[in-house]
């Protein structure tokens, strides 16, 4: 798709909105929970100084059903990886601050600016946020050797954000809560994996009913997103 790069962010949100309504169910209920326990929004999401569109869903769920799900969304939308949290962990060991936006006042436009300013401020805050309501969740989350991605220690990544959210302006932020949460990537390089077979292993195998019900709705969404680029004009030639 030559001009998805050109898709403003408007544009994937709404591309975004069509797939929590017509494919998220779908994939919620082939693991055996019911949508209504869910709460999903489309809500601005940032990695590496840039912010998109993205689904954050938020439930009453045991870790294996957590990973599980996340897994399936994750093979189904063809991602790299989702990630799974907890902020209420008390055996938690990664670091998270949540920084509060007056109501209604978080969107993408003051979630990028936030992001670049976290990133001005401290080199390593430009990492990665996750968004829900008016809350902006930064997570000091580390690679399997236990070393934060930021390259700082929790306490200088607090420091960072706390400064941020008080020199920010327009609207006002303040850090809310910060301390320990759990946090992992549910993963799949499909540079290496094509097939998707990292989630697979963790969904019970190609050939398990799970799998197969999320290849039927992995068409589903295939259909969606040829559909969405050719009305949008995403897989036009430049």
Do not use: C, H
């Not at 779908?26 to 100084?49: F, S, W």
């Not at 968004?131 to 399997?144: R, Y």
């Not at 799949?188 to 019900?213: C, H, I, M, P, T």
């Amino acid at each position: 798709m030559p001009r998805l790069s050109q898709a403003s962010y408007d544009d994937r949100a709404a591309f975004a909105a069509e797939v929590l309504k017509e494919i998220v169910p779908k994939v919620v209920t082939a693991n055996g929970i019911d949508p209504a326990t869910l709460e999903t929004e489309v809500t601005p999401g940032g990695y590496l100084l840039k912010t998109n569109a993205s689904l954050q869903t938020e439930g009453d769920l045991d870790d294996p059903t957590a990973d599980r799900l996340a897994g399936s969304l994750g093979y189904v939308f063809r991602q790299y990886s989702v990630l799974v949290s907890r902020l209420d962990d008390t055996k938690g060991k990664t670091g998270f601050v949540v920084v509060r936006f007056p109501k209604d006042s978080l969107n993408a436009t003051v979630a990028q600016k936030f992001f670049e300013a976290a990133d001005a401020t401290k080199k390593g805050l430009g990492g990665g946020y996750t968004a829900f309501g008016d809350e902006q969740i930064f997570f000091n989350v580390t690679n399997p050797e236990g070393k934060p991605y930021s390259g700082l220690d929790d306490a200088t990544f607090e420091d960072g954000l706390k400064r941020t959210a008080a020199s920010f302006g327009n609207p006002e932020a303040e850090v809310s809560s910060s301390g320990k949460a759990t946090a992992r990537f549910i993963g799949n390089d499909w540079d290496k994996a094509q097939r998707g077979e990292d989630y697979q292993s963790l969904l019970g195998g190609a050939d398990s009913e799970l799998v197969k019900k999320l290849d039927e709705i992995g068409k589903d969404y295939a259909s969606l997103v040829v559909n969405t680029a050719e009305s949008k004009g995403w897989n036009r030639d430049e």
